[in-house]
């Protein structure tokens, strides 16, 4: 059973869960947006983007971002997925990360894109 994210309840009254898939979608949201120090059992977990958002968007912003990123995903999904490529694009005050994985368990390729307004 995974717990979907973010915590909701489900129509019929009980806690919503959904499908490895989609948990592991939920899990890579999780990290990206957790700042290290966040979380008081796991003082490491995160990837510090939230600490980037307000650096000029530049083309070594996104490099180190994606450097950064891969080795979070890596470090903390590796058991649950294989990264396949992780693209940062900054535009004006928005970075947009893209992360392409391979699902360990299935195989199942799969993609997820999210955003950050500076």
């Known amino acids: 059973m995974n717990l979907d994210f973010p915590y909701r309840i489900s129509p019929g009254g ?3 869960v959904t499908g490895d898939a989609d948990h ?5 949201e999780q990290l990206l947006f957790t700042s290290p ?3 008081v ?3 490491d977990f995160g990837s510090g983007l939230r600490q980037l958002v307000f650096a000029p ?5 996104a490099a180190a971002l994606q450097f950064t990123l891969q080795g979070a995903l ?3 999904l590796g058991d649950r997925i294989e990264v396949q490529g992780v693209a940062v694009t900054t535009e ?3 970075l947009e990360i893209t992360v392409r994985y391979r699902l360990v368990a299935t195989g199942e390729e799969a993609s997820a894109t999210f955003g950050v307004e500076g």
């Open 37 to 39: 120090g966040e979380r």
């Open 74 to 76: 890596a470090q903390y």
């Open 57 to 61: 968007a530049s083309t070594e912003l």
């Open 24 to 28: 592991v979608r939920d899990l890579i």
């Open 41 to 43: 059992n796991r003082p």
């Open 92 to 94: 004006d005050s928005r």
């Open 14 to 16: 009980r806690t919503a």
